[in-house]
């Protein structure tokens, strides 16, 4: 049960400097392979033969990889849902890191070189917003042309870094014209996600900060009957 738990993804090829710590009295000694198949018309006889190839060394390197999971939370429980016939839709997911210091104290800078972005079919763009003293300082990662079908990690090529406080806005763009029901946010794949895996040294031991939407007073359930 511990396992089907775990939500933290792991692949990636790091920097020379940077690994994955496994075994020893801090660090996990299991690791899960969790592959997501879509085959909505049920056609039987398909065979998949994905694997994944681990490279290791008993040399210790010298920073251990994190992996911060931002943006919106991706559940089904969430009522928030996205309207059907919408050209564009816009949702954000903001992660404040000032309240990192709850949790850990001294929290050091997050020195991130990669970033996997991710939603699901509806989506259509994905910005990562970098923020601090209330200012945009860039975009940590950009798709203005996101596509479900092509999904992957990408090195940032230079090392941006987040420093305690700084907020992390990752705004989602949907389409949903093809849509005559609303889309809801959930783990499915007719369903939404708006989130951000950035990779970054040293790891800390957080690995997820979303937020969600308040919706109250977005609407009336007796407005809109069962839409919503």
């Given at each position: 049960s511990s396992l089907n738990a775990c939500m933290h993804v792991v692949v990636f090829e790091l920097p020379e400097d940077v690994g994955i710590p496994i075994g020893g009295a801090d660090s996990n000694t299991l690791?899960?392979?969790?592959?997501?198949?879509?085959?909505?018309?049920?056609?039987?006889?398909?065979?998949?033969?994905?694997?994944?190839r681990l490279h290791y060394t008993l040399q210790r390197k010298k920073?251990?990889?994190?992996?911060?999971?931002t943006?919106?939370?991706?559940?089904?429980?969430?009522?928030?849902?996205?309207?059907?016939?919408?050209?564009?839709?816009?949702?954000?997911?903001?992660?404040?890191?000032s309240l990192f210091s709850q949790f850990m104290n001294?929290?050091?800078?997050?020195?991130?070189?990669?970033v996997m972005l991710h939603t699901h079919l509806?989506?259509?763009?994905?910005?990562?917003g970098h923020y601090r003293n209330g200012e945009q300082i860039e975009f940590l990662a950009l798709n203005e042309e996101y596509n479900f079908e092509l999904q992957e990690t990408l090195s940032l090529g230079n090392i941006k870094t987040i420093k305690q406080g700084d907020e992390i806005v990752v705004?989602?763009?949907?389409?949903?014209?093809?849509?005559?029901?609303?889309?809801?946010?959930?783990?499915s794949t007719t369903d939404e996600m708006c989130l951000a895996f950035l990779l970054y040294y040293p790891a800390i031991n957080i690995t997820t900060c979303v937020s969600h939407p308040n919706?109250?007073?977005?609407?009336?359930r007796k407005d809109f009957g069962d839409l919503c």
């Open positions: 690791y899960r392979l969790e592959i997501h198949y879509n085959n909505p018309t049920n056609i039987a006889g398909r065979r998949d033969s994905s694997g994944l920073y251990d990889v994190g992996i911060l999971t943006g919106m939370l991706p559940h089904s429980a969430l009522h928030y849902n996205i309207p059907p016939k919408a050209p564009q839709f816009h949702t954000y997911g903001v992660c404040n890191t001294p929290v050091p800078d997050l020195q991130v070189f990669a509806a989506g259509r763009k994905i910005r990562v705004e989602c763009t949907y389409s949903t014209s093809d849509r005559a029901n609303v889309t809801r946010m959930g783990l919706t109250r007073g977005f609407y009336s």
